[in-house]
């Protein structure tokens, strides 16, 4: 099954809006690993976290790894209609450095 | 660069039909990944093949079955399709130099309905 529970599953949300995403797991997680996908299209991947504790911003995103590594969160500052997709999380599961697990995403939808 | 290229991109396929998924990649990756997405259910890892020469099921294998045919191509086979088996498959590929951790760069997605 799922390694990672990830929530909630929808947010709407007006433009300028802050939105955030949260990846959890009741074991440790390795690297996780964070995707968009925009609607009609494929992931593509965004960042990387490794470390515990670990903090990356991209522009107006902010990824952050909790401390004991079984927690992530992705959040965006002041939403615009081009943040619109399904974000998701993933991790490689069962010390396998090929079996990359997903959560089941977020779809954010934001309103102009 | 085309990246990674999966055809066909749409199939309608009936009960009890075969057919491959072909799955291409220019990038000289080594690491070549089957996932398919179903609503609410995220990617779920169908087979990957770690590098050329090998292949390993992932979380959902059964009913398919897949060939790593040379370093480039990666190909999913259906041999008796069902209906659970409507969704839409992603190829992806990655470095695979066996250091955990490497992204993964998906293809457009086949949509298949099994009807």
């Known amino acids: 099954g799922q390694q990672v529970m990830q929530i909630p599953q929808y947010q709407h949300v007006q433009e300028g809006e802050d939105f955030t995403t949260y990846c959890n797991s009741s074991t440790t997680l390795s690297n996780i690993q964070w995707y968009k996908q925009r609607p009609g299209g494929h992931p593509v991947f965004l960042i990387q976290?490794?470390?515990?504790?670990e903090v990356k911003k991209q522009k107006r995103l902010t990824f952050q790894f909790g401390e004991a590594k079984k927690n992530s969160s992705l959040h965006i500052t002041a939403t615009q209609t081009t943040d619109v997709g399904t974000y998701f999380c993933a991790d490689f599961s069962g010390g396998s450095n090929y079996k990359l697990t997903f959560g089941k995403g977020t779809l954010l939808t934001v309103n102009p | 660069n085309a990246g990674v290229t999966q055809t066909p991109k749409f199939q309608v396929l009936k009960t009890g039909q075969s057919m491959t998924l072909q799955c291409a990649q220019d990038?000289?990756?080594?690491?070549m990944y089957w996932y398919r997405q179903d609503p609410g259910m995220g990617l779920r890892l169908i087979y990957y093949s770690a590098s050329e020469g090998t292949t390993d099921k992932g979380e959902v294998p059964n009913g398919y079955n897949v060939s790593r045919l040379n370093k480039r191509e990666f190909s999913l086979r259906l041999e008796s399709a069902a209906p659970s088996q409507t969704s839409v498959y992603f190829c992806a590929s990655s470095l695979g130099q066996g250091v955990r951790g490497e992204k993964l760069f998906f293809g457009s997605g086949t949509q298949l309905s099994v009807l």
């Open positions: 990038m000289n990756h080594n690491s």
């Open positions: 976290l490794v470390k515990s504790g």
